[in-house]
């Protein structure tokens, strides 16, 4: 059967979601040189270090920050309960390394070829795995990598896969939790809304100025000016560097050339025998099943002399089956390439089954590299490439350079500015809770120096923080307000408009609350509902959370059905359910087949991880996972 060439077979690449370049790597090197003050725990005598907590929390934020932005706040992962759960997952991990090595769980050197080989990042120019693409990717990491550091840290992250499906598989689904959970989820409701907003009750309220002085006096807190600080700091980043890097068109050539210059020749030296083979087979057409045992490279066919039996059309890629259809029964083709390879094709047969033509075909398949893509295509991308490389190299040696001149001289960060040809940046006024419109220096570490006594008091630049990766800032205070009540005539009318908004939501909401009353009991309320729209909980259809709630959990054994929510200081909703549909017997039984596995597939290997830990040994330093 010739399965490298029918359109429907296609190569699948399962990339692991967990294998990505921004592993946190450790060793043994590093619980040597650090000790036990060092420890965020110890889980069975093996410490978890500060700094590897510290990078995983890095990690973590920088992948959160790529995925949203600057409306991403990454002190939102730094609270004492996410450095908590954080620092669960590692002690966990440890722990299913060790449950790992114990069950004698080994990753072949196969298995390993083959993951490094999926992941993309280590493709070259010609989409195959690159070796030296590979190890200059590695290089270019924050800090670098060797090939045994990469290599050590993914064979520990596949060993734990295996055993986490081990665990997991061994679970026995039941259905009867999961068939309810996937009906809840997949039931549909079809309602209409109707708003009963605060605005149109706000010229009813009438607010005092005794009110608004009480309410001043009662809550001083909301009406204070943070400390604030406005700064000036200097950024070197690793594609400001690659910015300043220049590359010969010499060298861009070169690199093209390396890249493409062996696929080139292969591409050449499997044409000249593809041609060759098809010369020969045309002047012995007997000898063509013969030629294809020996030489066809397609293993699906081979054996049978080449034949590919016969086929109708939609069943080959397209210049394979554009060369069958207009050739003639005992032709045998020129040399034909497809996505595949080279192929030499023999017409040995016509017929028509059910009104349709069909075709019987044998071909010898000859492998070639796909075609290199034009120089001029690639420059850009190869120029870029070469960049970045160098300035990886570049910046490493140039972080340590910047790292010190802030530190020694300290007074000013022009002298830094300078040596790297940085422009100076001042910024608007900074709290101590940050602000995302700071973009990446909205940092943790950041905002604590510059608060810090030496840069208050002393205006001291910082020392240098790496705020993303590849990126550090240094900064000195520039100006400073300590943090101040803000006077009753400054806020009266703001406080006097909260107040109003506030007691019209209450109207409203009392209104819509006695509607929703008359509703139930079957009074037509005054109420203009809004076009009918289906909602369930997988497609909420722009419900808000309470909302949705309300109308996926409200009694439907009448209908319709009314439901009613207060939306703070916007009002009241009310919502009618006029329908209830029901999903589909057949799809509900597929999906509750495969969540009974999931669920108890996860449970199961919780509780596994949760016995491991009993029975550990394991002791956590309170101080060190409180630091920051």
């Given at each position: 059967?010739?399965?490298?060439?029918?359109?429907?077979?296609?190569?699948?690449?399962?990339?692991?979601?967990?294998?990505?370049?921004?592993?946190?790597?450790?060793?043994?090197?590093?619980?040597?040189?650090?000790?036990?003050?060092?420890?965020?725990?110890?889980?069975?005598?093996?410490?978890?270090?500060?700094?590897?907590?510290?990078?995983?929390?890095?990690?973590?934020?920088?992948?959160?920050?790529?995925?949203?932005?600057?409306?991403?706040?990454?002190?939102?992962?730094?609270?004492?309960?996410?450095?908590?759960?954080?620092?669960?997952?590692?002690?966990?991990?440890?722990?299913?390394?060790?449950?790992?090595?114990?069950?004698?769980?080994?990753?072949?050197?196969?298995?390993?070829?083959?993951?490094?080989?999926?992941?993309?990042?280590?493709?070259?120019?010609?989409?195959?795995?690159?070796?030296?693409?590979?190890?200059?990717?590695?290089?270019?990491?924050?800090?670098?990598?060797?090939?045994?550091?990469?290599?050590?840290?993914?064979?520990?992250?596949?060993?734990?896969?295996?055993?986490?499906?081990?665990?997991?598989?061994?679970?026995?689904?039941?259905?009867?939790?999961?068939?309810?959970?996937?009906?809840?989820?997949?039931?549909?409701?079809?309602?209409?809304?109707?708003?009963?907003?605060?605005?149109?009750?706000?010229?009813?309220?009438?607010?005092?100025?005794?009110?608004?002085?009480?309410?001043?006096?009662?809550?001083?807190?909301?009406?204070?000016?943070?400390?604030?600080?406005?700064?000036?700091?200097?950024?070197?980043?690793?594609?400001?560097?690659?910015?300043?890097?220049?590359?010969?068109?010499?060298?861009?050539?070169?690199?093209?050339?390396?890249?493409?210059?062996?696929?080139?020749?292969?591409?050449?030296?499997?044409?000249?025998?593809?041609?060759?083979?098809?010369?020969?087979?045309?002047?012995?057409?007997?000898?063509?099943?013969?030629?294809?045992?020996?030489?066809?490279?397609?293993?699906?066919?081979?054996?049978?002399?080449?034949?590919?039996?016969?086929?109708?059309?939609?069943?080959?890629?397209?210049?394979?089956?554009?060369?069958?259809?207009?050739?003639s029964e005992g032709e045998i083709s020129d040399v034909v390439e497809s996505e595949f390879g080279l192929h030499i094709i023999r017409l040995t047969g016509i017929r028509r089954v059910d009104g349709k033509e069909e075709r019987r075909s044998s071909h010898i398949l000859i492998n070639a590299p796909e075609d290199a893509k034009p120089f001029e295509a690639m420059r850009a991308q190869i120029e870029a490439d070469?960049?970045?490389?160098?300035?990886?190299?570049?910046?490493?040696?140039?972080?340590?350079?910047?790292?010190?001149?802030?530190?020694?001289?300290?007074?000013?960060?022009?002298?830094?500015?300078?040596?790297?040809?940085?422009?100076?940046?001042?910024?608007?006024?900074?709290?101590?809770?940050?602000?995302?419109?700071?973009?990446?220096?909205?940092?943790?570490?950041?905002?604590?120096?510059?608060?810090?006594?030496?840069?208050?008091?002393?205006?001291?630049?910082?020392?240098?923080?790496?705020?993303?990766?590849?990126?550090?800032?240094?900064?000195?205070?520039?100006?400073?307000?300590?943090?101040?009540?803000?006077?009753?005539?400054?806020?009266?009318?703001?406080?006097?408009?909260?107040?109003?908004?506030?007691?019209?939501?209450?109207?409203?909401?009392?209104?819509?609350?006695?509607?929703?009353?008359?509703?139930?009991?079957?009074?037509?309320?005054?109420?203009?509902?809004?076009?009918?729209?289906?909602?369930?909980?997988?497609?909420?259809?722009?419900?808000?959370?309470?909302?949705?709630?309300?109308?996926?959990?409200?009694?439907?054994?009448?209908?319709?059905?009314?439901?009613?929510?207060?939306?703070?200081?916007?009002?009241?909703?009310?919502?009618?359910?006029?329908?209830?549909?029901?999903?589909?017997?057949?799809?509900?039984?597929?999906?509750?087949?495969?969540?009974?596995?999931?669920?108890?597939?996860?449970?199961?290997?919780?509780?596994?991880?949760?016995?491991?830990?009993?029975?550990?040994?394991?002791?956590v330093n309170q101080a060190n996972l409180e630091r920051k």
């Amino acid at each position: 059967m010739f399965n490298l060439v029918h359109k429907y077979k296609k190569v699948v690449v399962v990339i692991l979601g967990l294998i990505a370049l921004s592993f946190v790597f450790w060793g043994v090197e590093n619980r040597v040189t650090r000790g036990s003050r060092e420890a965020v725990a110890t889980v069975n005598g093996m410490e978890i270090s500060l700094r590897e907590f510290e990078d995983e929390l890095r990690r973590q934020q920088d992948q959160m920050r790529e995925l949203f932005g600057q409306n991403f706040d990454p002190a939102a992962l730094n609270t004492p309960e996410s450095r908590r759960l954080l620092l669960d997952s590692l002690i966990a991990q440890r722990l299913v390394a060790a449950a790992a090595v114990s069950s004698n769980i080994v990753v072949t050197d196969e298995m390993l070829r083959d993951t490094i080989a999926s992941i993309p990042a280590f493709r070259g120019p010609d989409g195959n795995f690159s070796k030296a693409t590979y190890e200059s990717v590695l290089r270019t990491q924050n800090p670098p990598l060797s090939p045994a550091q990469f290599e050590g840290r993914l064979r520990y992250e596949l060993s734990l896969g295996q055993l986490a499906r081990a665990v997991g598989e061994a679970a026995i689904p039941s259905r009867t939790v999961s068939e309810r959970l996937s009906a809840l989820e997949a039931q549909r409701r079809e309602i209409s809304e109707a708003r009963i907003p605060a605005q149109q009750f706000l010229s009813r309220v009438k607010v005092d100025e005794a009110k608004v002085k009480a309410y001043y006096e009662a809550n001083p807190a909301e009406f204070r000016t943070p400390e604030r600080v406005k700064v000036e700091y200097a950024m070197l980043s690793a594609d400001a560097i690659a910015a300043q890097e220049t590359v010969s068109a010499q060298e861009v050539r070169q690199q093209w050339e390396s890249a493409y210059g062996p696929k080139l020749r292969e591409k050449e030296e499997a044409r000249k025998k593809a041609q060759a083979i098809a010369a020969a087979v045309r002047k012995d057409p007997a000898s063509f099943a013969e030629v294809a045992k020996k030489e066809s490279q397609d293993p699906g066919s081979r054996d049978n002399g080449g034949d590919l039996g016969f086929s109708a059309r939609g069943s080959f890629v397209k210049a394979y089956e554009d060369t069958v259809f207009r050739m003639s029964e005992g032709e045998i083709s020129d040399v034909v390439e497809s996505e595949f390879g080279l192929h030499i094709i023999r017409l040995t047969g016509i017929r028509r089954v059910d009104g349709k033509e069909e075709r019987r075909s044998s071909h010898i398949l000859i492998n070639a590299p796909e075609d290199a893509k034009p120089f001029e295509a690639m420059r850009a991308q190869i120029e870029a490439d070469l960049k970045k490389q160098r300035a990886a190299r570049r910046f490493s040696e140039a972080a340590d350079t910047f790292t010190n001149m802030v530190y020694e001289q300290s007074e000013s960060l022009k002298p830094v500015a300078e040596r790297f040809k940085l422009q100076l940046q001042t910024t608007g006024w900074i709290t101590r809770s940050g602000d995302q419109e700071l973009g990446v220096l909205n940092n943790p570490k950041l905002i604590a120096a510059l608060f810090s006594g030496d840069s208050l008091n002393n205006r001291r630049n910082t020392d240098a923080i790496e705020v993303a990766p590849g990126t550090l800032v240094a900064a000195r205070v520039l100006e400073h307000q300590p943090e101040a009540q803000r006077k009753f005539d400054e806020v009266k009318n703001e406080i006097a408009e909260r107040l109003r908004r506030q007691e019209a939501a209450e109207l409203a909401q009392k209104e819509g609350a006695a509607k929703l009353e008359q509703l139930r009991k079957g009074a037509d309320a005054g109420v203009k509902w809004g076009a009918p729209k289906t909602v369930s909980r997988r497609d909420p259809q722009g419900l808000q959370g309470a909302v949705l709630r309300s109308v996926v959990t409200a009694d439907v054994g009448k209908l319709p059905a009314y439901v009613g929510v207060a939306i703070p200081e916007a009002g009241y909703l009310l919502v009618r359910i006029s329908k209830v549909i029901e999903a589909d017997p057949k799809q509900l039984a597929q999906e509750a087949t495969a969540r009974a596995a999931g669920l108890l597939s996860n449970a199961q290997y919780n509780a596994y991880v949760a016995s491991l830990r009993q029975q550990a040994d394991i002791e956590v330093n309170q101080a060190n996972l409180e630091r920051k």
